[in-house]
T-cell receptor, first 113, second 113 residues
Framework: GEDVEQSLFLSVREGDSSVINCTYT??????LYWYKQEPGAGLQLLTY?????DMKQDQRLTVLLNKKDKHLSLRIADTQTGDSAIYFC?????????????FGTGTRLKVLA | ETGVTQSPTHLIKTRGQQVTLRCSSQ?????VSWYQQALGQGPQFIFQ???????GRGNFPPRFSGLQFPNYSSELNVNALELDDSALYLC????????????FGPGTRLLVL
């Protein structure tokens, strides 16, 4: 089946690290993505990881992938108030031949000053 | 290089009416995917167009239809609108039939009364 799960809320203090977790179901996903959505806006690509990698670092962002457990995480270092948003992970199952994204319900990150 | 654009930004319709939403893909991208994002949910895949042909469809009824034009822009049409069709409609463009990263537009917010 195709299902992506995320916790709904996360609250951190400014300057701390944030870790947002995601579990997915489809092992055929070639890429796994993290998108950010600010209020009233579309989705902004943050980063992605290829399925044969364990970790990817991109400035303040670190993505960890545990393919055995189908677990993906996004760590944001030195979290700022501008990071407050909803974060979506997405898997990309390819079994149907269509490269659609399956999104989680999103994690709302609130950064406290 | 221009990004993905969508029009209109907001729309109010009544039950039973029909609506057309438009999307201009990013330069060089031949694939457009449409997603519906209900309030508080992650985006759900509606369908994808690749080189003017439908290339996969999600679990949406036939009253959701689409088109892709030779310049790779796209339309989403919804007939016989229902209250539950109220949502943010996102389009995403990508090169190479969606195998690579999809880039999202700002969305059209549709309210059905």
């Amino acid at each position: 089946g195709e299902d992506v799960e995320q916790s709904l809320f996360l609250s951190v203090r400014e300057g701390d690290s944030s870790v947002i977790n995601c579990t997915y179901t489809d092992s055929s996903s070639t890429y796994l993505y993290w998108y950010k959505q600010e209020p009233g806006a579309g989705l902004q690509l943050l980063t992605y990881i290829f399925s044969n990698m364990d970790m990817k670092q991109d400035q303040r962002l670190t993505v960890l992938l545990n393919k055995k457990d189908k677990h993906l995480s996004l760590r944001i270092a030195d979290t700022q108030t501008g990071d407050s948003a909803i974060y979506f992970c997405a898997e990309t199952p390819t079994t149907s031949g269509t490269y659609k994204y399956i999104f989680g319900t999103g994690t709302r990150l609130k950064v406290l000053a | 290089e221009t990004g993905v654009t969508q029009s209109p930004t907001h729309l109010i319709k009544t039950r039973g009416q029909q609506v057309t939403l438009r999307c201009s893909s990013q330069s060089g991208h031949n694939t457009v995917s449409w997603y519906q994002q209900a309030l508080g949910q992650g985006p759900q895949f509606i369908f994808q167009y690749y080189r003017e042909e439908e290339n996969g469809r999600g679990n949406f009824p036939p009253r959701f239809s689409g088109l892709q034009f030779p310049n790779y822009s796209s339309e989403l049409n919804v007939n016989a609108l229902e209250l539950d069709d109220s949502a943010l409609y996102l389009c995403a463009s990508s090169p190479n039939s969606g195998k690579e990263t999809q880039y999202f537009g700002p969305g059209t917010r549709l309210l059905v009364l």
